[in-house]
């Protein structure tokens, strides 16, 4: 049973080059998040040394750095997984390749081995030697059979390899995805507790601590309380004077009013004593 050697060899060379590929993404991948990783904890562990006397700030700090330091730590896990499972996947791809690869060339030895025999055995023939049961003929028969198992199994094991390396790869890329989605929910779940935790703090009581540990009296944050009060009547003030303005204006109104409903009565009774005197 012959084999198609050449597409074989050839597909198994170009898999053990895409394999290789691939291992040098997830290798680059690995190395560059971890670097990165590595330089933001310690970014966050330096922010922990930020000298802050205000209580309920150096409380936001050291909770924004122990929080961003666990989201990285959650972050370096997933990315151990690049090394750990999808780096030794890439390796048993590749082996299994190399694998085929040998047995593709032991098939093509033997095939190779038996046509040499094969035509040694016809020269024996043309030479009119007997060569029925000579050991030339049972090589060529032991070949022949050797290579139709060889042939079989080649067969069976590039099925194999095609359906793993296809699961293979969609795993690969299943694995990354996942393990980015994960650090990401994690990362909006954590973001949020801190998010809110930060907004929902009260600074009021903070700020004139401050205030005072600067040796800053009290009455400097009164003060802008007083401004805000005086800012506040001022604006009752100016809202009381609208509404005198108002009044005015519609006491005006009906005094015009008055005097135009007086001169036109007066109008008519003037024209009343004229048609009087004219009937007179």
Do not use: C, W
């Amino acid at each position: 049973m012959e084999i198609p050697v050449p597409k074989f060899q050839a597909k198994t060379e170009t898999e053990m080059k895409n394999y290789g590929v691939i291992k040098t993404v997830l290798t680059k991948l690995y190395d560059t998040e971890n670097d990165l990783i590595k330089k933001r904890k310690d970014a966050f562990e330096d922010l922990k040394s930020v000298k802050e006397d205000n209580p309920v700030l150096k409380k936001i700090y050291d909770k924004f750095s122990d929080e961003m330091l666990n989201l990285e730590r959650a972050k370096e896990e997933q990315v151990l997984k690049i090394k750990t499972k999808l780096i030794p996947t890439t390796d048993a791809r590749i082996t299994d390749a190399k694998k085929t690869k040998q047995k593709i060339g032991n098939y093509k030895n033997i095939s190779s081995k038996t046509k040499d025999d094969e035509e040694k055995l016809e020269k024996l023939k043309k030479s009119g030697q007997d060569v029925k049961g000579s050991q030339i003929s049972l090589n060529i028969s032991q070949n022949k059979s050797t290579m139709n198992d060889e042939a079989t199994q080649i067969r069976k094991d590039i099925m194999q390899y095609e359906a793993d390396r296809i699961q293979n790869n969609k795993k690969i890329m299943l694995l990354l995805i996942n393990y980015e989605m994960a650090y990401h929910a994690k990362s909006i779940e954590e973001l949020t507790k801190l998010f809110n935790h930060i907004k929902g703090k009260d600074l009021k009581e903070s700020i004139k601590n401050s205030v005072l540990s600067v040796g800053v009296s009290q009455n400097v944050y009164d003060e802008d309380e007083d401004n805000d009060n005086e800012e506040s009547e001022k604006n009752e003030d100016d809202e009381g004077g609208d509404d005198d303005d108002n009044k005015n204006v519609k006491a005006s109104k009906l005094s015009k009013s008055r005097k135009s409903k007086n001169k036109s009565q007066k109008n008519d009774d003037d024209d009343e004593d004229e048609i009087e005197k004219d009937n007179e």
